[in-house]
């Protein structure tokens, strides 16, 4: 397998520029379904989540043209079948969307239960629940989900979610577009990325009122027009970024981001002694001095992402005194703590609360990334450990960071990229 070779204990300076959002990305694809037209698509992230969505989407006869290396057409007229090739559903967590979009154009949808990273349970009973609060039979058999909307079209309804689910709430809200009548979701999740993708069901023609609220309303359309949206940035990679720099050290200005997507992530920089400067699309993060401990619970959003938990866990490995982490959203994200371990680290996990006592320095080792958040802390703690640490199963992190070591790299990082050479060249599948 591909893996990572890190020579620590290098500031990182420079500038770095953000991509689209991953988790705004993942669902937009599916949607296009819908769209009777060609939808473009700009600031579309490289990465391995979204070349595979677009494979999915093409087996399913969907036509993609790649306009620069950021920009996508896609044109689902053609589009006739609802059953997705097993194969490559099952790689990818957000394959789930394809049930809502294809529901919501097809009446049926057969989709396989979601893969992706595996950090504990992550049932999709709230997706279902609201698919069948909406008039579609729901089996789940066999490791596959069968749809299908009676009467062929799916009904508007008040679905009110017995957990805040990001997931369920993209999902429901994409099946609601094209309903008969209004839909109603109660106790919605308010990520940025849920109301990117409103936006862009709105900029095809879609109803979708109170996105970024926990009740947002959908009134069905007849069908959605194409048209042309870009992806806002993604707040995670530059919330991973501002978190290496304050492990790290140094100073580095990110570019195309929201500033006000990132509080909480710069709040809790600020209490760690890290210097966060916000500009209008940008964010200086400076690191001279020593961390200073805090205490982190990562809450739905506007609270910490529970995306960001893994990295901020690595910095304050470095800080002078204890923290405390709670992961307030999954029952099980501590995977990676005994990679830290090897590394050096002083973490123990109780239940959802991890006790971190700052330590004088990491040693450099060989660990693997367990998912795709916690392989990008891997890079951290890799950049502030002492000697080389070797970092394997990458795939994860380039389901989700564009470019992540050459941008590393700019930034004056030491990070190699050793490639499998029993494994063919990894080429993106819809390339320039």
Request: glycine share 10%; aromatic share 6%.
């Amino acid at each position: 397998m591909d893996r990572y070779l890190i020579n620590g204990g290098k500031k990182l300076y420079g500038e770095v520029e953000i991509s689209g959002a991953k988790n705004a990305a993942v669902a937009m694809i599916p949607a296009a379904l819908m769209v009777d037209g060609v939808c473009r698509i700009e600031n579309m992230p490289q990465i391995s989540d979204t070349d595979m969505l677009m494979s999915i989407i093409s087996a399913l006869g969907a036509k993609i043209k790649v306009i620069d290396p950021t920009t996508v057409e896609i044109d689902c007229r053609s589009v006739h079948n609802c059953d997705a090739p097993y194969d490559k559903m099952r790689r990818i967590r957000a394959s789930y969307y394809l049930i809502g979009a294809m529901l919501g154009r097809f009446g049926c949808a057969k989709t396989t239960m979601p893969g992706g990273c595996n950090f504990g349970v992550r049932p999709i009973d709230q997706h279902i629940k609201g698919m069948v609060a909406m008039g579609a039979k729901v089996e789940v058999k066999n490791g596959f989900v069968y749809a299908e909307a009676r009467g062929g079209r799916l009904n508007g309804a008040r679905i009110y979610l017995d957990k805040v689910s990001v997931g369920a709430t993209m999902n429901i809200m994409i099946a609601a577009v094209m309903a008969s009548g209004r839909t109603v979701i109660e106790n919605a999740a308010r990520e940025p990325h849920i109301v990117d993708l409103a936006n862009f069901l709105n900029s095809m023609g879609a109803d979708v009122r109170g996105a970024g609220t926990d009740t947002i309303k959908v009134n069905g359309v007849e069908r959605l027009h194409g048209g042309t949206y870009s992806i806002i940035p993604d707040q995670i990679e530059a919330g991973t970024y501002m978190m290496a720099v304050a492990a790290a050290g140094g100073e580095v200005r990110i570019n195309n981001i929201i500033p006000k997507h990132l509080e909480c992530i710069s709040a809790k920089l600020v209490e760690m002694g890290v210097d966060v400067e916000e500009l209008e699309d940008a964010v200086i993060v400076r690191r001279e001095g020593p961390l200073r401990p805090t205490n982190v619970k990562t809450l739905p959003y506007p609270g910490f992402p529970t995306d960001m938990q893994p990295q901020i866990s690595t910095a304050l490995c470095f800080a002078n005194g204890t923290s405390f982490v709670t992961e307030g959203v999954w029952d099980n994200r501590y995977k990676y703590v005994n990679e830290l371990r090897k590394m050096g680290a002083n973490i123990e996990v109780s239940g959802r609360t991890a006790v971190i006592e700052g330590v004088p320095c990491l040693t450099g080792a060989p660990v693997a990334a367990c998912d795709l958040r916690a392989g990008a802390a891997m890079v951290i703690a890799g950049l502030c450990a002492n000697g080389v640490t070797e970092v394997e199963d990458v795939h994860f992190i380039e389901r989700g960071y564009e470019d992540f070591t050459g941008k590393l790299i700019r930034l004056g990082a030491d990070i190699t990229v050793v490639r499998d050479p029993d494994e063919p060249e990894k080429v993106p599948m819809f390339a320039v």
